[in-house]
């Protein structure tokens, strides 16, 4: 229960304001079809997140725990002063020529390679033995954030002091680094 609640706060946190959160109010003034991008989103996710998990529970069985146990507190670490930083959507939505659930899947699946919420999915997977309930902790968590982008969109923005909440994001990856480095009980090394 602990990787799953860890998983989905860490990740609905850090997810807002993030470059795919705003890909979510891109996608969701041009297309107006909540349902479909909704579907798409869970979908590129759940594949994204399969795939950076596997990734982290390969490294896991391939790094020595001591070792592991450095290498995740310090991403961890990393992970909150990266969420400090602002991103941007340069560019509008990208369209692939397909209709709404492929073009959000392929937008949303590109969007999330090497994002922090991708990178945080494979030290999770890393820190805690149990790739399928990360999987799920991280989906829900980027369905947390995405989800009121799609419905609300922009009246949702401007009321979410989102300077807060980065610092509320990267204070939790902080201490989720200084948790692992300090070798808690439930963590190898």
Request: proline residues 5%; charged residues 10%; without cysteine.
């Amino acid at each position: 229960m602990e990787a799953f609640f860890t998983s989905t706060l860490l990740v609905a946190l850090a997810e807002i304001g993030d470059k795919t959160q705003l890909l979510s109010f891109a996608l969701a003034a041009r297309f107006k079809r909540p349902y479909t991008i909704m579907a798409g989103i869970l979908a590129a996710t759940l594949l994204n997140h399969a795939l950076a998990a596997t990734v982290g529970a390969w490294l896991a069985g391939q790094i020595p725990p001591r070792t592991l146990g450095w290498v995740v507190g310090l991403s961890f670490i990393a992970f909150g002063l990266w969420t400090l930083k602002p991103d941007t959507l340069d560019d509008g939505p990208p369209t692939f020529g397909a209709g709404v659930f492929v073009t959000v899947l392929l937008a949303f699946f590109i969007a999330e390679m090497g994002d922090k919420t991708q990178l945080a999915t494979i030290a999770l997977a890393a820190r805690y033995d149990a790739l399928a309930t990360v999987v799920l902790g991280t989906t829900l968590g980027m369905m947390l954030a995405n989800a009121p982008a799609v419905w609300i969109g922009g009246a949702l923005a401007e009321r979410i002091d989102m300077r807060r909440v980065r610092w509320v994001a990267a204070a939790a990856f902080v201490l989720m680094g200084i948790w692992s480095l300090s070798g808690h009980p439930g963590y190898p090394g």
